[in-house]
């Protein structure tokens, strides 16, 4: 159990164009992802808090008009980074963390992570 | 200053070789300690929670001390399948997400 999944795993784009990541958990009901960006050789950084039914909450110095994100359902939240440029490449990785109370405790649980080069 | 910092290594030890990870956090509201494993271009894997009495989960114990505001992993007969980057992770008092360490990178040699 505890699966969380991202789509896609990798990813090579233009620059200009917008690209759309998915994460979702495949087990259990997330109210809170959060989404965050490792450089090479870098730690995880975090970007942002998605909470289902609102408004994300961005770390500061992260452009909220750049990077959207949508939690639209409890399994769901999406970051699409728009008019992607060669500095946005990295690796993206999302996290899910269970409903309070629920039996996963508070532990959050990784997707894959998303590998994104823009040329 | 980092919030959480790490010596990035390289540790590079022989199979069965007895190696330590040593990590400091700058705030003190810290509440919760872990520390995840990090393969090559792969995400981040929880390998065990840190609590203050210390704990153990086989080869691996982890140890806290609030005081000091350091957290340390202790890895007992390295196996070449312990090569990985171990990054020291800690959640601050009212916030759910999690702060990362830079990690430190092992190397298990035959």
């Known amino acids: 159990g505890a699966v969380v999944s991202q789509h896609p795993s990798r990813v090579i784009c233009k620059s200009g164009t917008s690209v759309k990541i998915e994460c979702r958990s495949l087990?259990?009901?997330?109210?809170?992802m959060f989404w965050y960006r490792q450089f090479p050789k870098q730690s995880l950084m975090l970007m942002a808090t998605?909470?289902?039914?609102?408004?994300?909450?961005?770390e500061q110095g992260v452009e909220k008009d750049k990077f959207l994100i949508n939690h639209a359902s409890l399994t769901l939240s999406t970051l699409t980074v728009t008019s992607a440029h060669p500095e946005d490449s990295s690796f993206y990785i999302c996290?899910?963390?269970?409903?309070?109370?629920?039996?996963?405790?508070?532990?959050?649980?990784f997707g894959p992570g998303t590998r994104l080069t823009v040329l | 200053r980092k919030e959480v910092e790490q010596d990035p290594g390289p540790f590079n030890v022989p199979e069965g070789a007895t190696v330590a990870f040593n990590c400091t956090y700058s705030?003190?509201?810290?509440?919760?300690f872990f520390w995840y494993r990090q393969d090559c271009r792969k995400e981040p894997k929880l390998l065990m929670s840190?609590?203050?009495s210390g704990n153990e989960d086989g080869r691996f114990t982890a140890q806290l001390n609030r005081a000091s505001q350091y957290i340390s992993l202790l890895i007992r007969d390295s196996k070449l399948s312990d090569s990985a980057t171990y990054l020291c992770?800690?959640?601050?008092?009212?916030?759910?997400?999690?702060?990362f360490g830079s990690g430190t990178r092992l190397q298990v040699q035959p």
């Open positions: 996290s899910a963390r269970e409903l309070v109370g629920g039996p996963l405790g508070d532990t959050q649980y």
């Open positions: 087990d259990f009901q997330a109210t809170t």
């Open positions: 705030n003190s509201a810290s509440q919760s």
């Open positions: 998605s909470n289902e039914g609102s408004k994300a909450t961005y």
């Open positions: 840190v609590y203050s």
């Open positions: 992770v800690v959640r601050e008092t009212g916030r759910r997400a999690l702060t």
